[in-house]
C-alpha cells in the first residue's frame, strides 16, 4: 500500500479538463467501465491513446491531472485517446483487485478499442499504480508503444512480469518522494531491455511541473514519423457502436 495518507488524493479536480471528449461506457470484465475520449483538431498518426489513472484507493481517478497531460499530449501529437474509470472507480462496476482485475479491465478496453480501429496501433500509458498496471498490459502485442510515469516498483512486485517487447519510455521525477528515483533507476538497470529513461525535476504529484511531462512528449515524438498519418479529421469512432 502507498505510505500516504489516504486524505492526500491523486483527485486533480482543481484542473480544467478541456480535452475531453465523449463519455463512453465500455464492457468490462465485471462491469461496464466508465471512460472519456479526447481527440485532436487532426489525426495525423494510425494509432490511439490509452491513459490509465493512479492508485484508486487513494483517489486515483480518470481526472487525475497527470493523466490528464499525457492524454492532451497525445492529442497534440495527433492521437485520439481514451481514460477510463478502474474497477470500483466513478460509475465503472466492480471493486479493486490490486492490479490484477485491473490489469484485465485494460485488457478489456484494449478490445474495445482494436474492434473500432482495427489495424491501429496502441500506445499505453500510465501514472503510478496506472503505470503498474499499463507494465502488467504490455504483453498485449497490439501494444506498440509504452510510457509509464513514476513506475512504483518499490510498492508492488514487478519480479516475474514479462518485460515491454514495445518501445518504452520512462518517465521519472528526481525529487519523487513516494517512489524514489533510485528505485526506479535501478530496477531498469536490471532488466534485459533498455528503455528510454527521461528524468524531470518534479514529485510524485508533478505539482508545479505538469508541463514538463508534456514538453518531454512533444520533444520526443512530435518529428517521429512512426505510425502512417491519415490525415483524418477526428469523428472519434471509439465511441460509436
Known sequence: MLPIDRTHLYDGKELELECVGERVFIPGPVGLLEGLTACPERETRRAV???LHPHPLYGGT????VVHYLSRSCNRLGIPSLRFNFRGVGESGGHYDDGRGETDDCLAVLDWVAQRRPGFSIWLAGFSFGAYVAYRAA???????????APPVNLFDFTGLPEPQCPWMVIQG???ELVPADAVWSWLDSLPVDPERVSLPADHFFHGRLATIEAALLER??????GEGDGRDCAFELSRG
Do not use: G, M
Not at 480518470?62 to 491531472?65: E, G, S, V
Not at 504483453?139 to 510515469?149: A, H, K
Not at 515524438?221 to 512512426?226: E, Y
Open 139 to 149: 504483453r498485449d502485442p497490439r501494444v506498440r508503444q509504452l510510457i509509464t510515469v
Open 174 to 176: 528526481e525529487s519523487d
Open 62 to 65: 480518470l481526472n487525475n491531472k
Open 221 to 226: 515524438f512530435q518529428a517521429d514519423p512512426a
Open 49 to 51: 491513446a490509452v491513459i
